[in-house]
């Protein structure tokens, strides 16, 4: 059974920064892509970032040069480092990847940026 569990949010001033951890099981994160993908209160979900099996990295291009997204494959595990937070990207955070033909979703984490 593959499952993802995020961890990591939490409130944070504008300017701030948090790490987001995605543990998985069920699979092995170094043979797959992993991605991030977040939820705005009252929008739809936006993807943020990817790390393909290569190791190469993606963003969508307002959180380019502030976040960085990393994988452990001897933890299973992978990161989103989000740097100079701002009250935009308030949001959940998912941990997302396919997966024996199938999306799987973790359970989220929320990040608040707010002073």
């Known amino acids: 059974e593959v499952r993802l569990v995020e961890s990591g949010g939490g409130l944070v001033q504008p300017g701030g920064s948090l790490r987001l951890s995605c543990v998985a099981s069920g699979l092995q994160i170094g043979t797959t892509a992993m991605n991030w993908v977040r939820q705005a209160p009252g929008k739809g979900p936006e993807w943020v970032s990817g790390i393909n099996s290569d190791g190469f990295t993606t963003y969508t291009s307002s959180v380019k040069g502030r976040f960085t997204i990393s994988r452990d494959n001897t933890k299973n595990t992978a990161y989103l480092q989000l740097n100079n937070l701002k009250p935009d990207d308030t949001a959940v955070y998912y941990c997302?990847?396919?997966?024996?033909?199938?999306?799987?979703w973790g359970q989220g984490t929320q990040v608040t940026v707010s002073s």
């Open positions: 997302f990847t396919v997966w024996g033909g199938l999306g799987h």
